[in-house]
């Protein structure tokens, strides 16, 4: 058994409020530190063989426990770490809606063994690929420890509410209750749904009715009114309660079961209501490279040159690109403002089985360090990538964002490790030549290489399709 100094590892500030255990870094590796009063409980799941099956199953990332010790902890696991840290928020409809059916099929497979994960919220997922993985060891306990009662209200915060919120567009108030995590005032509470999605409104209708008729009454009628209504509330009450099924395996299966078919009658819309890239972003087919245009094959041929182990897509669109990217072995990660072009990306790459992490995401509005002590990181720091594409872009920030050059490619520096691919758009492009353009007299391909080479090297220059376009590949100086 190695003992390893608390001074020599680096704990994640991500794990703060577990009194069960903490992660740590060491040796370029990921870890986790269990407690002494817990470790008996995992060292049992290990020899019963139920942490290995839930690993085979691909229900947990890959863990085991190694010949480590550290003071103060009971034993250490070694997890392996995944490549890309994305946050529910982030998500597309899709993403939430798959990593909802994943949670119950995972606490479904627990609960055969008499246990479940403590914690609902999507914060312990993870996507590899678009493959959900729960991540939070800790998270597991026996089945009776657990409320069953607060774990389904949770579960309605975190994914049924929102998910309805998605299907009904109003994806924005969702995605701003799904950045808190905290179970007690995280996610979209019952009084936020009532309200966004004026359900029940004939009962609270019905309810202002009746308090201001009872305060027009006289006290000779109110009061005896108002026992009556309380009877009747008592009643109601206890026969509710001899409703209530025997809290067992059994019945916690069946509530399962009742919220995957919740989750499952959802659904979303997918019509798109503008076809201005219609004609620009074909979508060809990947296995027959012929029918590819010449800005498909200079970016095939990009790809196969700098051969990244990571790349940004930033402002996907359909995301063809990405799946190219993907298909030649990166790991791809994908900016999209458009909820539906974000999800058809997750269903596209969900098909081909590659890894493409589809995000809406504001290229302008990344996502900032989240907590007191930036307990999780912004998507700056998780998200850099070896290759930044942004195809089709710039015209968008400038034109219709109001940005300065030296502004954007400081912008994609931030996130480019090494390379980037962009794309500069003329003015007198059929699309662009039909925007208000006073004022950029300054919009010129010269203006734009110049703050390039700022910050990167200039490779090449290509002219795309149409013709009025240039690809510009850069490389980041050191």
């Known amino acids: 058994m190695q003992e390893i100094s608390t001074q020599e590892i680096h ?22 530190a269990i407690s002494y009063d817990r470790t008996p409980f995992f060292e049992n799941l290990w020899k019963n063989g139920v942490i290995d099956k839930l690993v085979h199953n691909g229900f947990l990332v890959e863990s085991k426990p190694v010949d480590l010790h550290i003071d103060g902890y009971g034993m250490v696991i070694n997890h392996r770490e995944l490549p890309i840290i994305t946050y529910p928020f982030e998500w597309c409809d899709q993403a939430l809606f798959d990593a909802a059916l994943y949670l119950l099929s995972l606490n479904l497979n627990l609960l055969e063994h008499g246990l479940m994960t403590h914690d609902v919220h999507p914060w312990n997922i993870m996507f590899e690929q678009t493959k959900p993985i729960f991540v939070d060891l800790g998270s597991i306990q026996t089945y009776d420890k657990i409320n069953f009662e607060k774990w389904i209200e949770n579960f309605y915060r975190f994914y049924l509410r929102p998910l309805h919120l998605f299907a009904q567009g109003q994806s924005r108030i969702a995605r701003l209750c799904m950045q808190d995590w905290r179970e007690w005032q995280g996610g979209v509470s019952e009084f936020d749904y009532v309200r966004l999605t004026e359900k029940d409104i004939d009962q609270r209708f019905f309810a202002i009715k009746r308090r201001r008729l009872m305060n ?69 087919s990947f296995d027959d490279p012929s029918d590819w245009s010449s800005k498909n094959q200079y970016v095939a041929k990009i790809l196969k040159m700098t051969n990244p182990r990571s790349v940004l897509d930033i402002g996907s669109n359909r995301g063809w690109y990405s799946l190219l990217a993907a298909k030649q072995g990166a790991d791809v990660v994908a900016f999209e403002i458009d909820e539906i072009l974000t999800s058809l990306l997750y269903l596209d790459a969900k098909y081909h089985d590659v890894s493409v992490h589809p995000l809406v995401i504001n290229f302008l509005w990344p996502s900032p360090n989240i907590g007191l002590l930036d307990y999780w990181p912004s998507a700056i720091k998780r998200l850099q990538s070896d290759l930044v594409i942004a195809l089709a872009l710039i015209h968008h920030l400038v034109h219709r964002e109001g940005m300065q050059f030296d502004h954007i490619i400081k912008g994609f520096s931030l996130f480019s490790n090494s390379w980037l691919l ?52 850069c490389k980041k100086r050191i």
């Open 11 to 32: 704990f994640s500030p991500a794990s703060f409020c577990s009194s069960d255990g903490r992660l740590f870094h060491w040796n370029g590796q990921l870890y986790r």
């Open 216 to 284: 027009l009454l006289p006290n000779f009628i109110k009061t005896p009114t108002r026992s009556i209504l309380q009877i009747a509330r008592k009643y109601r009450e206890k026969r509710g309660i001899n409703r209530i099924p025997k809290d067992n395996v059994m019945s916690r299966q069946n509530a399962m079961n009742n919220l995957n078919s919740c989750v499952d009658s959802i659904e979303f819309p997918r019509t798109l209501n503008w076809d201005y890239y219609k004609d620009l972003f074909s979508f060809p």
């Open 422 to 473: 962009t794309e500069f758009i003329e003015l007198d492009d059929e699309h662009l030549s039909k925007w208000a353009q006073h004022e950029y007299d300054w919009y010129t391909l010269d203006n734009f290489l110049t703050s390039l080479k700022k910050r990167y090297e200039v490779i090449q220059l290509k002219k795309s399709d149409p013709a009025t376009r240039t690809l510009v590949l």
